[in-house]
């Protein structure tokens, strides 16, 4: 493992869709941990060694009551650092001003711009209210760990599409296209795909598209070198020019991005096929699916009980 290996967790999203409050901060584990505490557990035991949470000001004291201050004890007790990094809408390159009457941040992509100097070498990011398996952490470790040293290589865990989609509505996903090398071609960002009754697809009001349940998607649990944020800053100044920074609702998004790397930048995506089962919370009605589901790996002895131990 190389000297510096960092989770980032994603934690500043607001949840539109989510009706129970601040979603990455529900209480789903058998003793009322969060997801994130789960995500935590499973990088330090495949060998990440700094924790970055992207928060925002407004939900600092409600992170460190309901997650955080469990969190940094559970780093501390393995030698782990944590560290916090702030979402902010307002924090735009120069020569922007955020828009009146905006009331979200500007999306993934934003978010990691805000760990601009708190990264230093090769780093997973991840959402606070994906559960992802533990053998996604250990491959992403193993990723980190190749040398890249001689192009720009980046990773991303691909799970299949029908583990991915919720039984309660549509749902945001990467489609992945993948060459026989297990090389991403193109990712396209989708929305309202949803369980239909002959399938999986997008159903809009003129038509059904249909969509292999085996096509590989992005979660958001890439694998990069710290010089993502460089290419990342410099898209974020043409997403803002070309219109973004007029829009209440435009969202600069990491897979959008990465898609357009892999045709201006010259990157490389090797998409890992990730066996584990995922799980999330996109609509309050998937809650009791998680709490079933970490109930169980803890009665089969995947997670202590308690997850943070005395």
Not at 234 to 242: D, E, G, I, Q, S
Not at 302 to 309: I, S, V
């Amino acid at each position: 493992m190389q000297q510096y290996c960092s989770l980032v967790v994603m934690a500043a999203g607001i949840g539109a869709r989510f009706k129970g409050g601040v979603k990455q901060l529900k209480n789903v584990g058998p003793c009322r941990e969060t997801l994130m505490e789960y995500s935590v557990y499973d990088a330090i035991e495949a060998g990440f060694n700094r924790v970055v949470f992207i928060i925002r000001r407004d939900i600092e004291d409600l992170f460190n009551e309901m997650a955080g201050d469990r969190i940094r004890k559970m780093c501390a007790q393995k030698g782990v650092e944590m560290v916090c990094a702030y979402q902010d809408k307002n924090h735009l390159p120069d020569g922007f001003v955020c828009p009146e009457g905006r009331e979200k941040p500007w999306g993934t992509g934003h978010a990691l711009l805000s760990c601009k100097g708190l990264l230093d070498g090769g780093f997973v990011v991840i959402n606070a209210d994906d559960y992802y398996g533990k053998d996604a952490y250990r491959i992403m470790a193993d990723f980190l760990d190749e040398d890249h040293s001689e192009e720009t290589v980046y990773g991303l865990a691909g799970f299949r599409l029908g583990n991915t989609v919720s039984e309660y509505g549509g749902v945001t996903r990467g489609l992945c296209r993948v060459d026989e090398a297990g090389w991403l071609t193109e990712i396209q960002e989708t929305r309202n795909i949803r369980k239909l009754p002959e399938g999986v697809g997008v159903e809009t009001e003129n038509d059904v598209r249909m969509i292999d349940v085996e096509t590989p998607v992005s979660m958001n649990m890439w694998a990069f070198s710290a010089d993502v944020l460089d290419k990342l800053e410099k898209r974020f100044v043409k997403f803002l020019a070309n219109g973004g920074v007029e829009s209440l609702t435009s969202e600069f998004l990491i897979p959008i991005e990465v898609d357009g790397m892999l045709r201006d930048d010259g990157v490389r995506v090797k998409v890992i096929p990730t066996p584990g089962q995922w799980y999330g919370m996109t609509f309050q009605e998937d809650v009791p699916v998680v709490q079933e589901a970490l109930k169980r790996m803890a009665e089969e002895g995947l997670y202590p009980l308690p997850l943070l131990q005395a």
